[in-house]
T-cell receptor, first 114, second 113 residues
Framework: SAVISQKPSRDICQRGTSLTIQCQVD?????MFWYRQQPGQSLTLIAT?????????ESGFVIDKFPISRPNLTFSTLTVSNMSPEDSSIYLC???????????FGPGTRLTVL | GENVEQHPSTLSVQEGDSAVIKCTYS??????FPWYKQELGKGPQLIID?????GEKKDQRIAVTLNKTAKHFSLHITETQPEDSAVYFC????????????FGSGTRLSIRP
């Protein structure tokens, strides 16, 4: 399976600021996704990162708050904008290889907003 | 849309015993069911998956069973070891929701020495 890395692995940020999270894959993949995992909770899909076009957001998530880029088939970024303590979560990227339905996850970025 | 329910939320078993985690799903069109293991401070790791044309799949100490009629699927871990302690998530692909993976709420498994 693809090897996925995320930067930063963790961060502590002040409210009102923004943080950009990077996701790098060691091979070209068709689909990349961004998830949020609130403390002690399950995974919630934020959006599908589309290469060369705007991301597809799930209900409850908007581009102004979570802008996403995907300039090529191996890299994507998620920005958490104008942060508040409620944004404290683990943010995970995942990839789907081919059209297998199988998703593999990165190690996550642990964000704390003060 | 799809809904996946997972039970129990916590499970403690003696080392060497078996552990069973159960999930139900609502969308009868779902046909792919992965299981993920998440250790503390790490991302979810795919440990086994099953597609709807198969009733059971095994990989060493791990097995998954699927009952499409009842819309149930279960994870079975035999001869549990301390390294099996983690949070386990079941999931289902919902074709009624544009092939989005829907996750269960998770089971925290603890192995007692």
């Amino acid at each position: 399976s693809a090897v996925i890395s995320q930067k930063p692995s963790r961060d502590i940020c002040q409210r009102g600021t923004s943080l950009t999270i990077q996701c790098q894959v060691d091979s070209q993949v068709t689909m990349m996704f961004w998830y949020r995992q609130q403390p002690g909770q399950s995974l919630t899909l934020i959006a599908t990162a589309n290469q060369g076009s705007e991301a597809t957001y799930e209900s409850g998530f908007v581009i102004d708050k979570f802008p996403i880029s995907r300039p090529n088939l191996t890299f994507s970024t998620l920005t958490v904008s104008n942060m508040s303590p409620e944004d404290s979560s683990i943010y995970l990227c995942s990839v789907e290889e081919g059209h297998s339905d199988t998703q593999y996850f990165g190690p996550g970025t642990r964000l704390t907003v003060l | 849309g799809e809904n996946v329910e997972q039970h129990p939320s916590t499970l403690s078993v003696q080392e060497g015993d078996s552990a069973v985690i159960k999930c139900t799903y609502s969308d009868s069109a779902s046909n792919y069911f992965p299981w993920y293991k998440q250790e503390l401070g790490k991302g979810p790791q795919l440990i086994i998956d099953i597609r709807s044309n198969v009733g059971e799949k095994k990989d060493q100490r791990i097995a998954v069973t699927l009952n499409k009629t009842a819309k149930h699927f279960s994870l079975h871990i035999t001869e549990t070891q301390p390294e099996d302690s983690a949070v386990y998530f079941c999931a289902a692909i919902s074709y009624s929701s544009a092939s989005k993976i829907i996750f269960g709420s998770g089971t925290r498994l603890s192995i007692r020495p």
